[in-house]
């Protein structure tokens, strides 16, 4: 089982940037894919981007728009989410998770997840 541990979040204000790291120890394979969402207070958990492990191939989230960038680095194990041109309806804890063997946006297929970093955008 892949181990997931978030870092990276903070305060900040409207405009700004973050980069949110996931640091991943066990075994990692080709086929995984690894993703991060968001939840709100109040609100359903959503799919904010993902990467295939292998390919590096990314997949965004509609509002994301150009200003978040997912990558990964495959000799640190760490996959980042970098956050541009932050708005005040960012804000929410991010978790990283993993899925194996599947390329998806969908909380119920990652098995492995994160504990979460807390992101809070002022305005």
């Known amino acids: 089982q892949v181990q997931l541990v978030e870092s990276g979040g903070g305060l900040v204000q409207a405009g700004g940037s973050l980069r949110l790291s996931c640091a991943t120890s066990?075994?990692?394979?080709?086929?995984?894919?690894m993703g991060w969402f968001r939840q709100a207070p109040g609100k359903e958990r959503e799919f904010v981007a993902a990467i295939t492990w292998s390919s590096g191939n990314p997949y965004y989230a509609g509002f994301v728009k150009g200003r978040f960038t997912i990558s990964r680095d495959n000799a640190k194990n760490t996959v980042y989410l970098q956050m541009n041109s932050l708005k005040p309806e960012d804000t929410a804890v991010y978790h990283c998770a993993c899925a194996v063997g599947i390329v998806s946006s969908r909380p119920a297929d990652f098995g492995s997840w994160g504990q979460g970093t807390q992101v809070t955008v002022s305005s």
């Open positions: 066990g075994r990692t394979f080709s086929s995984y894919t």
